[in-house]
Each structure stands twice: as C-alpha cells, then as structure tokens.
C-alpha cells in the first residue's frame, strides 16, 4: 500500500529540512521553484551506485518470481477442472492481482532505477527535476506535467486492497465449509462468488484514489527511498495540508479486514481442533459413534455433518496465507503510524514496500506446499506432451 512519505512541496522560498533517524536530507525550496513536490534529495546511504544496482537486481529477480508464480497458477487453473470452484475463482483474483504487481509496479521501479544510473538527468516526468516543464495552475503555482506515477501508483494500493480483500473472502468461504459443510454448496455459489470478487475489485481501486478523489492536496509521485511512487501531500508553508488524515484510510481498511480475517480463522480452527479431539476420543474407544455423532456437527463415524478432510487442510492453508500477508504488511503499518507522529524513515522505506511486494510471489510456494490439488495441476501441466492413449480418459 502506499503511505504518506517525504516527499512535500514548499511554496515561495520557504525551506524545509526534514530530519530522519536513516539519512538526513535538506529540501530547499529554491531549487524547486514555488509550488512543486518534491522527495528528499538523494545521499550516498539510500541511493548510492552500489546501492542502486543492489536494488535493480533484487527488483529484476523478484518481477521474474512474480509473473512466472503467478502465470503457472492462472494456468492450473484454466487447465484443471477441479480447480474451477468459489475457492479456486478467489485464487485467480489473488494471481491477478499479484501479477498486475509483477507487471506494472516492479518494472516502473526498475525503469526508473536504470534512468537514474545510465542518465546525468533525470526523466522528464520526474517530481522535482528541472528540465520538466511546468504550466500555471488554478493556485497560481506551477504544475509538472502527468507522470506515470498517476496510474503506477494507485494500481499498487488497489492490488494490495485486492489481497487483503480476497483473502478475506477466501477465509470466509472455507469457514463456510467448515461450520456448516451441509449449506456450504448452497451458500457459496460460482455466482456469489464472481460478484464478491467484482465488488472487492471495485471497492479496492475506488479506496486507492480516495486521496485523489475527494482531496486535492495529493499527489503521486517516485520516492527516492521506497524506489515506488507514492502519495505525496502538498504542504502549505511547513504546515501538511487540513486532510492529510484521508491517508489512515489505507491502513483502517488494512486492519479491519485483517482483524476480521484473524477472528473467522480463530473460530473455524477452533472448531477444526474440537472435531480433531472428538475423532481422537474415538479412534481410542472413550466416545461411542452414536455420542459422537449427537455432538452438533462435529462428530466422527458416518455423520455427513463434520468437515472434510480437504476442506481442513484449505482452511489452515488460507491461515497460513493470512499470517504471510500479515507478516508481510506489519512493517508498512509501523512506517505509516511513524510518518503519521513525524518520522521519515528512508531505508526503513525501502524494506517495509519492498517486503510487502514480495509477499506478492509468497502464494505460489504456499500453494505448492499445502495444496495436493495445485501441485497435481502443476505436475499435470508439465506432462502435458505425455498425452494418453486418443481412446483413453483422462
């Protein structure tokens, strides 16, 4: 997700210095002119040669980790008919999103990177970069023209809404499938499903442009720190402007689905771990069948109401893919409520995005682990110039 980051604009002549705990930058307004945004001007420590060919390297690796991950689990899917289910459609919305980041976001990043190393000036785009024409605004200050951080940037934030959405989803229906394994096939549908997964899509992309929607203080722009582009509010002398706050927006959303997500896991493994207990109980003759299978839906022997064993082993899966995306999001969280009391951490920056970007190629490997049915279609998938016998099912 993207967050409120140094990169501040100062009308007039008024200067700024920002202070960080990684690498102190001094933002002059005079080399900016009136009204531009600008990052923090790069040191040795963050955007160094060494430093930032480090960094293309691991972007170009972990771009190749993404697309191929992904690609592989959208064609599982295409190819394998087992697959075609609520939970499989909620895995290629998962694939997709991760991959829009493997495709877009990653390589903007990379591209910028090299601009920066092979180029004495920056691109023509660039926040704060001299050779950028400017027009007047309606303010009266100057405008730098579009720049592709106005489409790379909400992408990322809506991908990332999309993740934390989806698995949300995901955990729901196999909490479905657990509590109330009789209603599951009635309750969730490939309908309820598909529609689920366009409304998430929606809220998602409509919650990344909220700040630029219903604000006009923002904008997007490519942080030196973070090597991504992020929103940028423009400050009015040293003051940020009235609405800054509409960022916590980003991180309210985080936390209320990942809350969620937390507490329908809680139940569905804490009835997982009583119908485990029961079936123990039984397998050493202290239950009989028919006290089992009076327990309510938890039972062992014959009783059609207690879970599936593929249905217990998906749902500690999805627990598994919550704890990633929850591992991989918390130190965004800290960077965000750190800029929120008046911190800038630069390198810090770099970790906490890139951290949660990786999280992006995380689900394949889980997959692959976890999911008998996945790594079928995938053996499956490379044995496809095996082919059977023409008269001979498959």
Not at 129 to 141: E, F, I, L
Not at 323 to 332: M, Y
Not at 350 to 370: D, E, H, K, P
Request: proline share 6%; glycine share 8%.
């Amino acid at each position: 997700m993207t967050a409120l980051l140094p990169n501040v604009s100062v009308p007039g002549s008024t200067a700024a210095l920002l202070v960080t705990t990684d690498c102190p930058f001094n933002l002059t307004a005079a080399e900016a002119g009136p009204g531009q945004s600008l990052a923090p001007l790069c040191t040795l420590c963050c955007c160094g040669f060494l430093n930032r060919t480090l960094a293309v390297v691991f972007m170009v690796s972990l771009a190749f980790a993404i697309v191929v991950g992904n690609v592989v689990t959208l064609t599982v899917f295409v190819q394998t008919r087992q697959s075609r289910t609520p939970q499989g459609y909620l895995k290629v919305s998962l694939a997709i999103a991760d991959m829009m980041v493997g495709v877009l976001v990653v390589p903007f990043s990379v591209y910028t990177e090299i601009s920066l190393m092979v180029t004495s000036a920056p691109p023509v785009w660039y926040q704060g970069s001299s050779t950028s024409p400017a027009t007047s605004s309606s303010r009266g200050g100057l405008v730098s023209p579009w720049q592709p951080c106005m489409l790379i940037g909400p992408v990322f934030a809506g991908c990332t809404f999309v993740s934390i959405s989806t698995i949300f989803l995901m955990t729901l229906e196999r909490s479905v499938a657990i509590l109330r394994p009789l209603h599951k096939d009635a309750l969730v549908t490939r309908r309820r499903t598909l529609l689920l997964i366009l409304l998430s899509w929606a809220a998602s992309f409509m919650l990344a442009l909220a700040p630029l929607i219903f604000s006009g203080n923002f904008t997007l722009e490519y942080n030196e720190c973070s090597r991504m582009c992020n929103y940028t509010p423009l400050m009015f002398g040293s003051q940020l402007p009235s609405d800054a706050n509409i960022l916590l927006l980003f991180p309210a959303f985080d936390f209320t689905l990942l809350g969620g997500t937390l507490a329908v896991n809680i139940v569905s493994f804490t009835s997982i771990r009583r119908y485990s207990r029961k079936r123990k109980l039984l397998s050493e003759g202290s239950l009989s069948d028919a006290g089992v299978g009076g327990g309510g839906g938890g039972g062992g022997g014959g009783c059609p109401h207690r879970p599936s064993f593929s249905d217990i082993k998906a749902a500690k899966t999805i627990g598994i893919l919550t704890f990633a995306f929850t591992a991989s999001f918390s130190p965004i969280a800290v960077f965000v409520l750190g800029n929120v009391v008046g911190y800038t951490w630069c390198n810090f920056s770099f970790f906490a995005f890139w951290i949660l970007t990786g999280n992006s190629c995380c689900n394949v490997i889980i997959y692959s682990v976890r999911d008998h049915r996945f790594r079928k279609g995938v053996t499956l998938l490379f044995q496809r110039d095996q082919s059977p016998p023409h008269g001979e099912k498959t």
